[in-house]
């Protein structure tokens, strides 16, 4: 986790909840498989809200950059949980009554198909019927989460929403498992990429094989190469009041033009082959 401190030492400024649980299931149906009532939902002005105190910096910041892919993401806001004695945020639960949701392995299963097996398969699925065409979103997704280095993208967190019929993303949620180092194959519900050969061979080919078929996923790589990392560290600090240590500012720059440098040379190879 990173370091992080509050530009106010003070609670004064913020939301104040209470050591109250709230019983999820008053608010979902009880029915839903996407709900897991964990100890750490409070009631705040009348709604549930779930509470993390790690993983702070992390969430809020990707959330910002997950804003360049046009992805939602929950509502965050920092906020003192008195039962605990800690600082962190808290986030709104998105569901509600007039939608159904499926995490992402459930979801075929909903629909009565066999889940593709790998993205390139997926991608034709979701072009061939009208359903689940705001579905392609997840291409956005996948080069968010290998951009970033998420590691925590299993199937409870990629939540798919029913709304009269049609399928979309829900909003994001846990997004703050972030992994700021070279040695990085993206492990997901969607499958494994890779962009750096002597990791991993295989799933190196692959990853260029996906990229050359799937001009949506290419193009969402390509929006990578464009992220101002710095501005958007200064404006998560900004917008939450937070300060970042230079050290962890320059190791998460530093961490990113690995990255970068990684997608582009993948992204030549594409256009050679």
């Not at 290419?218 to 917008?239: G, M, Q």
Request: charged share 30%; proline share 1%; hydrophobic share 35%.
């Amino acid at each position: 986790m990173l370091d992080f401190s509050l530009r106010e030492e003070t609670y004064d400024s913020m939301p104040v909840i209470g050591s109250a649980i709230v019983n999820a299931k008053k608010y979902v149906n009880s029915d839903n498989k996407s709900l897991r009532a964990y100890n750490e939902w409070y009631k705040y002005k009348g709604k549930p809200h779930y509470f993390k105190c790690y993983y702070v910096f992390e969430e809020l910041f990707s959330r910002e950059l997950a804003r360049v892919f046009e992805l939602k993401c929950v509502d965050f806001f920092l906020g003192y949980n008195e039962s605990v004695d800690n600082i962190g945020i808290f986030s709104k639960n998105f569901r509600s009554f007039d939608k159904n949701y499926y995490f992402y392995n459930s979801f075929f299963e909903e629909i009565g198909e066999k889940k593709p097996f790998d993205i390139v398969e997926l991608y034709s699925f979701l072009k061939s019927d009208e359903r689940f065409k705001k579905l392609l979103k997840i291409y956005s997704l996948i080069a968010f989460d290998y951009f970033s280095g998420q590691t925590d993208r299993v199937n409870c967190n990629v939540v798919i929403e029913e709304e009269n019929g049609n399928f979309s993303l829900s909003p994001l949620t846990d997004n703050g498992s972030l992994l700021f180092h070279e040695d990085y194959i993206y492990q997901s519900v969607f499958g494994d990429l890779c962009l750096n050969k002597k990791i991993d061979s295989f799933d190196y080919e692959f990853t260029l094989y996906a990229l050359k078929r799937i001009a949506l996923l290419y193009n969402n790589f390509v929006k990578c190469l464009d992220v101002d990392i710095k501005s958007l560290i200064k404006l998560t600090c900004d917008k939450y009041g937070l300060l970042l240590s230079d050290y962890n500012t320059k190791r998460i720059i530093n961490s990113f033009d690995v990255r970068k440098k990684e997608i582009e040379k993948g992204l030549v190879l594409c256009k050679k082959k």
